[in-house]
């Protein structure tokens, strides 16, 4: 450390904020390093992922619920809707291009 960078130096106030938080981080680090390898934390994320899917099931089925009350249309209903727009409008270009050669011959 330099003697611009020593406590009370004023050229960077916030030197031992950084020295004291970079300490902490590496002992949580380590702290957190001890604890993912255990066989606890392993079941309890594994819980926890459950319980997040479950619940995010939930969540869908109950907006499914809520839009077909509404009368609104799902995701998986606009999905197939625009597939179905997307078949039109390549069919739309094939006659298009048909039509412009039909032209081109009767030009000819």
């Given at each position: 450390m330099s003697d611009s960078d020593a406590p009370g130096s004023g050229?960077?106030?916030?030197s031992a904020w950084r020295r004291i938080a970079g300490a902490q981080e590496a002992q949580f680090s380590k702290l957190f390093e001890q604890a993912a390898g255990t066989d606890a934390f392993a079941e309890a994320l594994r819980k926890a992922l459950e319980a997040y899917l479950?619940?995010?099931?939930?969540?869908?089925?109950?907006?499914?619920?809520f839009l077909s009350a509404s009368n609104l249309p799902t995701r998986a209903?606009?999905?197939?809707l625009s597939e179905r727009v997307d078949v039109l409008v390549s069919r739309i270009?094939?006659?298009?291009?048909?039509?412009?050669?039909k032209k081109k011959k009767?030009?000819?």
């Open positions: 050229s960077d106030p916030f479950n619940a995010t099931q939930i969540s869908r089925e109950n907006i499914e619920r209903e606009i999905a197939r270009d094939d006659l298009i291009k048909n039509q412009s050669k009767k030009k000819r």
